[in-house]
């Protein structure tokens, strides 16, 4: 069983290494684009509520709405569901291109969400200080907000991240590239176990890898 394992490394390690490069770049493209979303949109959520620095009542419900719904759906029927978008924006809605589309949809929403918990830990108390000092309010998102917050939006970034590398996985049921891909087609489709334990394996790791560094980067973080 062991010698069969390690043929298998051997003679799929090109294929490997290409899935890995894939992986790598979806969850890159895919993390930094909904980073950017996420980041704002968590932000919008916290100023725009109930006795907050830029309340508004419509823009908070709306987009409290828009999100939980896009949260609502799973990663598999959203990637489906969302093909016509993808083409227009990527033009293609296979590959690793044609995922990043999805999976940007998809984990956007999600970080959102653990951005606004992240914001909504910053004590009112020290937003109040600032805005007694004559602080603006674009001056409280970004000295107050956003650096008080960063250790918890280091976790939520890294919680994220974790879920993003899930869905990469997933996205190789639409031949998305990727470890996924590799897991489906040889793994399932072709009987090899073999390469399905290999690409778990290396997913575990990735994970790993993440969810240690994010917690390093956290901890240092609060240290400041």
């Not at 069969?4 to 895919?30: A, C, F, N, Q, R």
């Not at 996985?169 to 998305?176: C, D």
Request: aromatic letters at 8%; hydrophobic letters at 55%.
């Amino acid at each position: 069983m062991l010698a069969d394992y390690i043929d298998s490394l051997t003679e799929y390690s090109d294929l490997y290494w290409t899935s890995i490069k894939e992986t790598g770049i979806m969850v890159g493209y895919g993390l930094v684009i909904s980073t950017i979303i996420g980041l704002f949109l968590g932000i919008v959520l916290v100023v725009t509520r109930a006795n907050h620095i830029y309340e508004n009542k419509v823009i908070y419900q709306v987009l409290n709405i828009a999100i939980n719904i896009l949260r609502s759906l799973p990663f598999i029927i959203l990637m489906v569901a969302i093909i016509p978008f993808t083409k227009f924006i990527v033009g293609t809605s296979i590959g690793v291109k044609g995922a990043i589309v999805p999976l940007v949809v998809y984990t956007a929403p999600y970080l959102a969400r653990l951005m606004e918990s992240a914001l909504l830990e910053v004590d009112k108390g020290v937003i109040e200080a600032f805005q007694a000092m004559g602080a603006t309010r674009n001056q409280i998102i970004v000295r107050v907000l956003l650096k008080e917050a960063r250790p918890a939006l280091i976790l939520g970034l890294t919680i994220g991240t974790i879920g993003l590398i899930g869905a990469s996985a997933m996205a190789g049921v639409i031949g998305a590239g990727g470890l996924g891909d590799v897991a489906i087609r040889y793994g399932y489709q072709r009987w090899q176990p073999e390469v399905m334990i290999t690409c778990v394996i290396l997913l575990v790791v990735a994970v790993q890898v993440v969810q240690s560094l994010g917690t390093v980067i956290a901890k240092r973080l609060r240290k400041r």
